[in-house]
């Protein structure tokens, strides 16, 4: 079964490599990764740094020396926005691992164990599917510590839900194979078979999937940041709007500073959505047509074919 | 059949409201902040006020039988009369409406909720008609423009809207907005101004909520227009569309008499599962417009440690999701014959 | 080879002196694919359909019989494209009409039974309202209570109490669902009934209930219907003449007595040695050895060629020309060129 995973995937990747969202996704994601790892040698300032400041460095317009112009309190808002990278996408990383896994665990025992076991689970999951995600955990965080920690647990703990039923329904597909039933026959064990027969076919989904999470929980870190809760320890893209915002940048009209942290959250989660766009046409290339669809002209002959027979219409095919 | 099917879904919306309620009374009494007995020191609060919270919510009593460990402020006797523990006492008030009192304005926050629901229902429902409708619209006309450069287009644009940050697309339009045409900063009704007639008042309101209501379409816009795309495919690629086509309907009727009720069934699905979106936009759209409603107030709850507030919001917003959800069910059931006929 | 036991249709005849309803001349179709050459689904085919003549058109499976059909309503999937030929109708061509026009031929001359309908009624509207959408479409002069009369007629008609019109297409059975389907296509009188393989999905008994209606139908209301199917024990008992076809050309079309009794066409021979016993019923022709070949990768020359018995080296060069063997018997093989008339 080793092998069938790996040319599936094998498999996948080259569909993946056809589907031109996909890498375009792909690759705004690895200049995100990119500046996030390089971040020291690619932005001017260090964000770190204490400065002193006067009035006339508070939301200077862009400039040689700030591309970007300045914040509120000075600092260079195009360094800033090179270092807000690595606080998304940790944030993205860590919390869709949690995610992945409690959704996928829930998702792989209730499609394959079935039974009270899959309707306790799927039950909590409706339930957890329909509580507003966003309002429980600007709760959760509110009465919590806003560290990033702390935002990545509960951000990865409540993000779950749609994985668990995507998966769930695929491990019901893949449980109902020929060769699974065979192997529950001869009397595999259930990790044994969950390991090698069920899990390599709901891998790829899971991979999809994981680019969807990654990008809402992003989306969650920037909004939650904004509203006033992120680490304050550190400036990610959410938090450095939320001091424009509140600290006079509309006022001043100092779009630069408004402008790029959400550029920032635009690219990464544009390139989690396109690649995952991509993924999922790769794994289930659908026909794209239907009986409306028109491509061309349905009666394309050419104009002798209607006057070569048009003198004699009628005739009976005997002679 | 249908009965039965009907009064399963209003079983299961009670329970996950109870489970809600739950959730609601032990996130607020267990995280470590311990927000209601901190809050009773609040020094906004009077001493009476003080004493009054305490009585109400019994914080002199265990939070619940045998759960008395959790809560190490004081240990007791494990086994007491069920009526007496914070619990009881939290869902005796709820099921009264009482919420407790807002520290941050010494009101009751029923009173403070209720007046801030139908602003919210307003904007969202304003944000989601149109979003419904446009979505579809353009969806609609994707689906039919199969594989065109059109549905490509459509295609690209709901994956852009769909990767905006609401808060932001928020502030990028009131930034323009404010700066370019003159529109208000936030707010719903622009305050201490003596409105002439009734239509001034209501155009002046008109004018608030635009952009709100545009960051709002905008920002689900994309997602339903995939959705009925993906759906609508699908249902014209069923036998039943090369029938409505063999009969001599025309591409209009077709849409409109076969594909669209076949396609609402999914979507009205889609919408109900989404409902939790809704809301997260609110609270987004609401604080950057500064809009008097459920999503602010979660917001401002949270600026002022407000958190009899907090707590009250988050409960509404839940309730009314499952609720919305529930009428989702029911609408679903009406447009499905093979549940309704049954 | 020749089996005894068909009899002579009573009134194969005179259906020869009924006027020519359907003429279609010449039909090419093919499928045209982003990266890859066209599929030659339909090559080159002639037939006529006189008044109230029954055809069989017969074939393995994706010979492109269906394709066949829908071209004749240009009703093909948008891959699908006619690139050659004529259909006229009473003397109309209808390659050349609008597309509205078209619609307006649709239903209320030609109608059609789709293969394996299970899923060809709108499962959110009732039968009766589907019935009636026909009827109000292309007979717009009748007010609502002559068209709920003509639904409950029609019902009546394929052996449904009036009263399931309100039902939905879930609360029919498999073979209800087919006879709901005939009585559509009955709903406006249509000239012409075409039937692609209208019992496959049902069971046996099923199958004989609803051709034994069709047979009567047709009877009754003098129809021209044609009828694709794999079963040559349902071409005997209902049609008069057949059309055989082979990856998308004519192999043989004639009477159906010369069909059954003197076939000429190697494939004709096969597929009757396939199915010797034309009383029972028998689901697909797959005891000839081989597959139909590739639409999209066609055999330089005979398309029956690498599995024909017959086969000879020329058949594998050239395509072979379609011989008229006499007044309504043509065949395409090498083998009867000599007796062309
Ligand atoms: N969209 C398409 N693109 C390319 N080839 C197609 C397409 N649709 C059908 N074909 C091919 O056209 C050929 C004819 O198909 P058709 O459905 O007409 O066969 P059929 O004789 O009706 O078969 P059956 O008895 O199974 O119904 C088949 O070989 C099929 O593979
Ligand atoms: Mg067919």
């Known amino acids: ?189 259930r990790p044994y078979i969950i390991r090698r027969h069920i899990l390599p076919l709901v891998l790829p989904l899971i991979v999809v999937n994981t680019v969807l999470v990654i990008s809402l929980a992003i989306l969650n870190e920037s909004t939650l940041s904004f509203l006033g809760l992120g680490d304050p320890t550190l400036l990610s893209w959410g938090q450095m709007l939320n001091y424009a915002f509140t600290r006079g940048a509309m006022s001043a009209g100092a779009w630069w500073a408004l402008v790029t942290p959400g550029f920032g959250i635009v690219w990464v989660v544009l390139g989690c959505t396109l690649l995952g766009h991509g993924l999922e046409q790769a794994l289930n290339p659908r026909a794209e047509t239907h009986h409306l669809a028109q491509l061309h002209e349905q009666v394309a002959r050419p104009a002798s074919a209607a006057a070569r027979f048009a003198g004699e219409p009628m005739s009976l095919s005997s002679d | 059949m249908r ?225 009925m795309r993906s759906t609508l495919v699908d249902v014209l690629s069923e036998d039943y569309i090369l029938t409505a086509r063999a009969k001599g309907l025309n591409h209009f009727q077709i849409l409109k008499d076969h594909a669209l009720k076949n396609a609402m069934l999914p979507m009205v699905t889609i919408i109900a599962l989404n409902l939790g979106f809704t809301v997260a936009g609110a609270v987004q759209i609401e604080t950057v417009f500064s809009w008097p409603g459920l999503g602010g107030a979660i917001f401002e709850a949270v600026g002022r440690r407000d958190y009899p507030m907090l707590q009250g919001a988050f409960l509404l917003l839940a309730v009314s999701v499952i609720f919305a959800n529930l009428g989702a069910e029911l609408l679903y059931s009406v447009l499905d014959p093979r549940i309704r006929a049954e | ?58 074939g393995e499976s994706g010979c492109g019989k269906s394709t066949l059909m829908l071209g004749l309503m240009r009703l093909l999937p948008p891959a699908g494209r006619i690139v050659d030929g004529a259909v006229y109708f009473q003397g109309r061509d209808l390659l050349a009409l609008s597309e509205a026009e078209m619609e307006d031929v649709r239903w209320k001359n030609i109608s059609i039974i789709f293969q394996g309908a299970m899923n060809a009624l709108n499962p959110v509207r009732t039968i009766g309202d589907q019935i009636g959408e026909a009827i109000r479409l292309h007979m717009p002069r009748q007010d609502s209570a002559a068209v709920d009369a003509r639904i409950r007629r029609l019902l009546d008609l394929v052996g449904i109490a009036g009263n399931r019109k309100d039902q939905y297409p879930h609360q029919y059975s498999g073979g209800m669902r087919q006879r709901a389907m005939i009585a559509m296509a009955l709903a406006c009188d249509p000239q012409i009934v075409i039937a692609d393989e209208p019992t496959t999905a049902l069971d046996v008994m099923i199958q004989a209930q609803i051709l034994e209606l069709m047979g009567n139908l047709q009877k009754e209301l003098g129809l021209s219907i044609i009828f694709v199917t794999h079963d040559l024990g349902v071409v005997a008992e209902l049609c008069d003449s057949v059309l055989v076809m082979y990856g998308g050309v004519t192999a043989e079309y004639a009477d159906v007595d010369t069909i059954y009794n003197a076939p000429r066409h190697p494939y004709t021979q096969e597929l009757l040695r396939a199915f010797p016993d034309i009383t029972r019923p028998a689901g697909k022709l797959t005891s000839i050895p081989g597959y139909p070949p590739r639409l999209d990768d066609l055999p330089p020359g005979c398309r029956f060629a690498p599995r024909c018995p017959q086969v000879f080296g020329r058949c594998r060069q050239e395509m072979p020309p379609i011989y008229r063997l006499d007044d309504k018997h043509v065949a395409s093989c090498f083998l009867l060129e000599g007796e062309s008339v």
Not at chain 2, 19 to 45: A, E, H, M, Q, Y
Not at chain 2, 89 to 105: A, K
Not at chain 2, 149 to 178: K, M, N, Q, V, Y
Request: positive net charge.
């Open chain 1, 1 to 189: 079964m080793e092998s069938t995973s790996v040319t599936s995937l094998g498999a996948f990747w080259r569909t993946f490599r056809q589907h031109p969202m996909a890498m375009i996704g792909l690759v705004m994601l690895l200049i995100a990764i990119i500046a996030a790892v390089c971040a020291p040698l690619i932005a001017p300032y260090d964000p770190k740094a204490i400065i002193r400041i006067t009035i006339d460095d508070i939301y200077t317009r862009p400039s040689p020396a700030h591309w970007l112009g300045t914040d509120d309190a000075g600092r260079d808002v195009f360094s800033n926005f090179i270092y807000g990278a690595r606080v998304s996408l940790t944030v993205g990383l860590f919390a869709s691992i949690i995610s992945i896994f409690i959704g996928g665990t829930i998702g792989i025992v209730a499609g394959f164990y079935g039974g009270r076991t899959e309707n306790i689970l799927m039950r909590f999951t409706d339930i957890m599917l329909v509580i507003p995600d966003l309002p429980l955990i600007v709760v959760i965080v509110a009465l919590t510590r806003p560290s990033l920690t702390n935002i990545i647990l509960v951000i990865g703990l409540l993000g779950w839900t749609s994985t668990a039923r995507l998966v769930r329904s695929q491990t019901l597909s893949v449980k109902a194979r020929k060769f699974v039933l065979r192997a529950q026959a001869v009397g595999a064990s």
């Open chain 2, 3 to 227: 009965a039965s099917y009907l009064l399963g879904k209003l079983a299961w919306a009670l329970f996950t409201i109870l489970f809600v309620i739950c959730l609601n009374f032990f996130l607020f009494r267990v995280l470590p902040g311990d927000p209601v007995r901190s809050g009773v020191r609040d020094p906004r609060l009077t001493q009476e006020a003080q004493q009054a919270i305490r009585e109400r919510f019994g914080l002199d009593k265990p939070v619940i039988n045998c759960f008395e460990s959790l809560n190490p402020v004081k240990s007791g006797p494990c086994l007491i009369n069920p009526f007496e523990t914070q619990f009881f006492l939290y869902v005796r008030n709820l099921l009264t409406g009482d919420l407790g009192i807002s520290y941050h304005t010494n009101r009751p926050v029923s009173t403070m909720l209720g007046e801030r629901l139908w602003n919210t229902i307003l904007l969202i429902g304003a944000g989601q008609i149109l979003a419904i409708i446009l979505g579809m619209g353009l969806g609609i006309l994707a689906a039919w423009k199969a594989r065109t450069p059109i549905d490509f287009g459509a295609l690209l644009f709901s994956l852009l809207a769909w990767s905006l940050p609401t808060f932001w697309l928020g502030i990028i339009l009131l930034f323009a907005g404010s700066r370019y045409f003159n529109l208000p900063l936030g707010g719903m009704i622009t305050p201490g101004v003596n409105f002439p007639g009734a239509w001034a008042r209501v155009s002046d309101m008109l004018r608030h909520m635009l952009l709100p209501t545009l960051t709002y379409t905008i920002v689900f816009l994309g997602e339903y227009m995939l959705i």
């Open chain 3, 1 to 58: 080879m020749s089996d005894p036991s068909v009899s002579s249709h009573t009134h194969a005849a005179s259906v020869n002196d009924r006027p020519v309803l359907l003429d279609v001349r010449n039909l090419s179709i093919d499928y045209v694919n982003k990266d890859a050459s066209p599929a030659q689904a339909v090559r080159e085919l002639d037939f006529t359909l006189r008044a109230g003549e029954v055809l069989g058109l017969v």
